[in-house]
């Protein structure tokens, strides 16, 4: 015998979290281009390395994604998700080194904020379009 589908929440139910989730998502993506610019202007000791090499590899992946999010893209969420993982485990490895510890976790906590945020984002985001097309 087939297994019944769970039935979907209701508009009611998802509206505010969509908001919610999307509002946080923004803002943590907006944190960490935040955290990153801050770190390596003024803290980070680069050994000689040229600051806008760095910035530049550090924030193209953020930058692509960006437009996506603003526009409440659930794909742009999704990609996200992946993008992100990069930045959860710098923060990992920084927080492993008693100079750049600070900086390490305030990456793992942000990253992790984001990467909860938009998949959240996503998964509501498609049972809201799923409901209104008419699906129960």
């Known amino acids: 015998m087939a297994k019944r589908a769970k039935p979907l929440p209701a508009l009611a139910w998802l509206a505010p979290r969509l908001r919610l989730t999307r509002a946080l998502s923004l803002a943590c993506l907006v ?11 003024w803290f ?4 000689g390395a040229r600051v806008e090499v760095i910035l530049a590899v550090e924030l193209i992946p953020l930058l692509l994604v960006l437009p996506g ?5 659930a794909r742009a ?20 080194d008693p100079a750049r510890a600070l900086f390490g976790w305030m990456e793992t906590l ?5 990467f909860v945020s938009a998949l959240l984002y996503v998964r509501w985001k498609f049972q809201h379009e799923r409901r209104l097309a008419g699906e129960c």
Request: glycine letters at 8%; a positive charge; charged letters at 0%.
């Open 44 to 47: 980070a000791n680069l050994h």
């Open 77 to 96: 969420h999704a990609w996200t998700c992946f993008v992100v993982n990069i930045y959860f485990i710098k923060g990992v490895l920084a927080a492993f």
């Open 69 to 73: 999010m603003l526009m409440g893209s």
């Open 110 to 114: 942000v990253s992790l904020g984001l």
């Open 31 to 41: 944190g960490l281009i935040a955290l990153l610019l801050v770190n390596n202007l």
